[in-house]
């Protein structure tokens, strides 16, 4: 682990998934393609592959909804060789007023923290690196003092109770996941401080207990998690950025009186990632 201390005024830190977003980064999926097959969803587009135009386009209007909503984008420099780097969730998290840069477990990925890491000492804030055990943003998500962390093929349980020691405020939970799911935000998500969104399977039967005890839980089936059903963006007052594509994730979302805005991420999701993957939130206004 590695420390760098500085000061902004620019960075105000996030206590949880769902306050109402501020500002957040990103990077253009300029290059996508599938070369090198890292995920369940990859194996099923490799032959099709992906339209960068329309990727592009895609992830263009995704922005300007948020920009529409007063969040302050800032975008992250890509290189050629990157392909993944749109899924800016996976390089880092927020925690309070704490950054941590990951320790990606995917090789072809562990170039993407640099331009992360590069904008941080330009913006002059604070973080710390992670050098140990692997943890991605994408299997992290936040509850004010609690954090879900899921153990997947990309984040070891050590790297959780490192977590842990790093954070002794907080209740780290470890969330084990089945081997088919990438990331935690892949079958759970917060959309605020009681409503949740689960694809069940995913989970040991005592965690999706204790979940459901926790949050009234939305169920996601097999076909809209397949579609990232449950990997929505929630932007703060109730209002969540889901695909069209899932009906039923979103009607559920309605009927709890949230407003779903729809937005078409549909050839970026062929790499294995939606609306929470393409975000990294740095300020959330609790």
């Known amino acids: 682990m590695q420390t760098r201390n500085a000061n902004s005024n620019q960075f105000k830190g996030c206590q949880n998934e769902y306050s109402t977003l501020k500002r957040v980064l990103v990077s253009k999926p300029e290059h ?6 890292i995920n369940e969803t990859q194996k099923h587009f490799a032959n099709e592959n992906i339209d960068i135009d329309r990727a592009m386009e ?3 209007q995704f922005i300007e909804v948020l920009q529409s909503h007063e969040i302050d984008v800032e975008y992250l420099p890509t290189k050629q060789n990157l392909n993944e780097q749109v899924f800016t969730r996976d390089i880092g998290f927020c925690i309070d007023d704490q950054i941590f840069v990951a320790s990606l477990a995917s090789e072809v990925r562990q170039e993407e923290v640099k331009p992360f890491v590069d904008y941080l000492d330009e913006n002059n804030i604070s973080f ?4 140990g055990p692997s943890i991605e943003g994408g299997d992290v998500i936040l509850d004010n003092d ?6 997947s093929g990309r984040t070891t349980l050590s790297a959780a109770e490192h977590l842990q020691k790093s954070m002794p405020d907080h209740r780290v939970v470890p969330l084990q996941l089945s081997e088919e799911i990438l990331h935690l935000d892949c079958a759970f998500n917060l959309v605020d401080e009681s409503t949740a969104l689960i694809y069940s399977p995913a989970f040991e039967e005592q965690d999706v207990q204790r979940l459901k005890q926790t949050y009234r839980c ?16 929630s932007i703060g007052q109730r209002k969540v950025i889901s695909l069209p594509q899932n009906k039923k994730v979103n009607q559920a979302l309605r009927d709890e009186d949230f407003t779903v805005i729809e937005v078409d991420l549909s050839e970026i999701i062929k790499s294995g990632g939606s609306f929470r993957c393409c975000t ?5 206004k609790s």
């Open 146 to 151: 609690v954090i879900y962390v899921g153990i």
């Open 280 to 284: 990294l939130p740095i300020f959330r």
């Open 58 to 60: 895609q992830h263009v």
């Open 218 to 233: 939305i169920e996601v089936d097999d076909q809209e998690q397949f579609e990232m059903g449950t990997n929505v963006l």
């Open 32 to 37: 996508m393609e599938i070369k090198e097959i």
């Open 128 to 131: 710390t690196r992670l050098m």
